[in-house]
């Protein structure tokens, strides 16, 4: 029982920190400049809203960070909870020609 007890958060740890390096690989990977690009690719004049997201980087960390402990601490029964914490985060983030998105949903919908 005691070594249950250690290996455990162990685990989590390991797991959180997998999750921050690729975050973090993933975003070093991009490349300043490629987002407008994507936006100015369709031929938009500038009178016409334009979509992006504007969350930042150090925020979806955190936010990862947050959702994967309460997971772990939960041994996985709030796990849809948490998965709606990050969706709501990344759609709230989010405008499309000039309308912020908004995400309703919450843990208790996913179960059917």
């Excluded at 959180?16 to 100015?40: E, P, Q, T």
């Excluded at 004049?45 to 955190?62: A, E, H, N, Q, R």
């Excluded at 601490?73 to 499309?96: L, S």
């Amino acid at each position: 029982m005691g070594v249950a007890m250690l290996i455990f958060p162990l685990i989590c740890l390991i797991a959180v920190i997998a999750v921050v390096l690729i975050v973090v690989l993933a975003v070093s990977g991009r490349k300043n400049g490629d987002d407008d690009a994507v936006l100015n690719y369709s031929g938009l004049t500038d009178d016409v809203p334009k979509s992006y997201f504007d969350g930042s980087t150090l925020g979806y960390i955190g936010w990862k960070i947050l959702t994967s402990l309460i997971t772990c601490i939960t041994f996985g029964i709030a796990y849809p909870w948490a998965m709606c914490m990050m969706q709501r985060r990344e759609t709230n983030h989010t405008v499309i020609n000039g309308r912020r998105l908004k995400f309703t949903g919450h843990g208790a919908q996913l179960f059917g």
